[in-house]
């Protein structure tokens, strides 16, 4: 019972007015590299001795803002407390409050200089390998900070430096008189989390997250009936299970956002390591992909090598767009379900595969309403569970920023066969040939480039999937571009591969170097810049030395390329 009086008497006494005998505000100004922006923010602190109220004011001329999180930040200096506010976008509050104790601790020197009119004391802090000199004043008469996360001396702080070149310094003070308390502690604070958390809101309030799928399960299962093809979030699943597909509807953002695609998987069964693709399906021409899922690969439009085997909706024609490939992964050699059935001393096994890309170029294809689909090649009835989240990263605060730019974007080729477990071909036409299709670039395009993904399979000792192998790009018959895409740290991710295979030599089957890809990693897109290519029609091959068939066993290459422009 004493404890509890006690703390009710501590609660009381810092919730107590305190007759103030002086109160002080100071704007600061930020300087970088000597320069000063024109109107940029200011920071002003109001301080009476007991507590300390933070204000970052907006700069003088800037646009309307989107909607985001309203903060708040106060320093009990009586009660020992770093308080931070925000009312959220959706009429929320949310609060952290970081006891003094917790913050950092400088360490005074001897070196002193007058600014703005006090004699100021520097203290040094190495924080987060930043080197931050603090001046601050003992003879102000009261204590604050613009920038309490770097700790709260005994004084008036009027110059933060940090790292020599980014610096926060007082502008103007004045001196507050003819009251009875400068500052005022919130009542309400809303939802207490921890400071990490508050920091991750305050981010994640600005950007927008459309989550597509969700756990869901791709898997071989045979025939799978699907409801009416057409509606908005609904699962779709293609070629016995291995296709899940979704009709989405996306933010319609402008151009001065980020865009990334995050995807989280694990084997729900599946001990192999797989190739994965991400794709949207373009939309307005007379046939589509989305025709070949429904009505059977075969209603696709032909490509024939030389050998005069054809392989369908794998180019683009007067009529057909094949599927924009957002990202390609690989799936690891049985991440999660094999967790527990083999163990290596020295590797703890990952939960999921993790991947995250890029893919703002595609950013004009992922607004409105769009078809979104998943690809996992594999015959087990387990499978694969998949998530995949897009978020839109905002680069700017203005609400309505200049018009977006006209984008042109053309699907040329795809050769990864998503329809695989439905009877679509791998991409074997590269057998002394190369895969050539023509496509008309209008006038007025500017930064013309290819975005083209590379991977080499089959899966033994003299097939593509481990031997180095030049790809070409030709436009018009002139090679523009070659490439040999290897990539030599799959060991990296060895403790996503619990069903890998261990060797007699020490290594493991996902440690080896592969054409372009690893188990557990997505294949990095290459940008082919082309600015200097005309308007007209335009022939792009590419060419591959694809090694020979072995017995039953064959090499083939997955390759996709999408041309995009600014009109």
């Known amino acids: 019972m004493k404890i509890l009086h006690l703390s009710v008497i501590v609660l009381a006494l810092t919730s107590l ?51 985001s999180p309203e903060q708040h930040s106060y320093i009990d200096l009586a009660g020992k407390r770093y308080i931070q506010l925000a009312d959220m976008p959706d009429g929320s509050r949310i609060g952290t409050i970081t006891p003094s104790g917790s913050l950092p601790v400088s360490e ?10 006090y004699r100021c004391v520097k203290a040094r ?26 700790g709260v001396p005994d004084g008036l702080v009027l110059r933060v430096v940090r790292n020599g070149n980014h610096v926060t310094e007082a502008e103007k003070t004045e001196t507050l008189r003819g009251r009875e308390t400068a500052v005022t502690l919130p009542a309400e604070t809303g939802r207490i989390v921890d400071r990490m958390t508050f920091e991750h809101l305050l981010r994640e309030a600005f950007v927008k997250t459309v989550t597509v799928f969700e756990n869901d399960v791709i898997n071989w299962e045979g025939e799978v009936v699907n409801p009416v093809v057409g509606m908005n979030d609904t699962l779709y699943r293609f070629a016995g299970g291995t296709v899940i597909l979704k009709k989405v509807t996306l933010p319609e953002v402008h151009d001065r956002y980020s865009l990334f695609a995050e995807l989280t998987e694990y084997s ?49 024609t007067g009529e057909y767009s094949p599927p924009v490939e957002l990202v390609r992964f690989f799936t690891p050699f049985g991440v999660r379900d094999y967790n527990t059935k083999r163990t290596v001393p020295g590797l703890d096994w990952h939960d999921s595969a993790y991947y995250k890309q890029e893919i703002t170029h595609y950013l004009p294809l992922l607004r409105g309403d769009v078809w979104i689909g998943a690809f996992i090649g594999n015959y087990d009835r387990g499978g694969h569970r998949l998530t995949l989240r897009l978020k839109y990263y905002p680069e700017t605060r203005e609400l309505s920023p200049e018009p977006s730019s006209v984008k042109w974007i053309k699907p040329v080729f795809n050769t990864l066969p998503i329809m695989e477990m439905a009877g679509q071909q791998y991409g074997t036409m590269f057998d002394g040939d190369t895969l050539s299709v023509t496509v008309d670039i209008p006038e007025g395009l500017r930064s013309l480039k290819m975005v083209f993904i590379t991977t080499g399979h089959g899966g033994w000792g003299g097939g593509d999937e481990f031997n180095q192998k030049m790809n070409e790009l030709l436009v018009d018959g002139r090679r523009v571009w070659s490439f040999v895409p290897w990539r030599s740290d799959c060991g990296t991710y060895r403790n996503y591969n619990p069903a890998s295979g261990n060797f007699w030599n020490g290594l493991s089957s996902s440690d080896y170097s592969r054409s372009g890809w690893c188990p557990g990693s997505v294949s990095e897109p290459l940008i082919i810049p082309l600015s200097d290519l005309p308007a007209g029609k335009h022939t792009f091959s590419v060419t591959v030395p694809m090694g020979k068939p072995e017995g039953s066993s064959f090499s083939h290459w997955n390759i996709s390329g999408v041309l995009t422009g600014e009109k």
Request: charged share 20%; proline share 8%; aromatic share 8%.
């Open 125 to 150: 802090l190495i924080y987060f390998s930043n080197t931050l000199d603090i001046w601050f004043t003992r003879d102000a008469g009261v204590a604050g900070t613009p920038v309490p996360a770097y």
């Open 17 to 67: 007015p305190v007759q103030a005998q002086k109160a002080v505000r100071v704007t600061y100004r930020t300087v970088v590299n000597g320069n000063e922006l024109p109107g940029g923010a200011r920071t002003v602190i109001e301080t009476d001795g007991v507590a300390v109220s933070i204000v970052t004011l907006p700069q003088e001329h800037e646009k309307p803002q989107m909607p």
């Open 108 to 117: 005074e020197t001897t070196e002193t200089e007058m600014i703005a009119g």
């Open 268 to 316: 729900a069964g599946d001990a192999y390591d797989r190739t994965g693709t991400v794709f949207v399906l373009p939309q307005g021409e007379p046939l589509t992909f989305l025709d070949g899922l429904t009505k059977g690969y075969k209603v696709l439009p032909p490509y024939a090598d030389r050998h005069g085997k054809e392989y369908r909706g794998v180019a683009a």
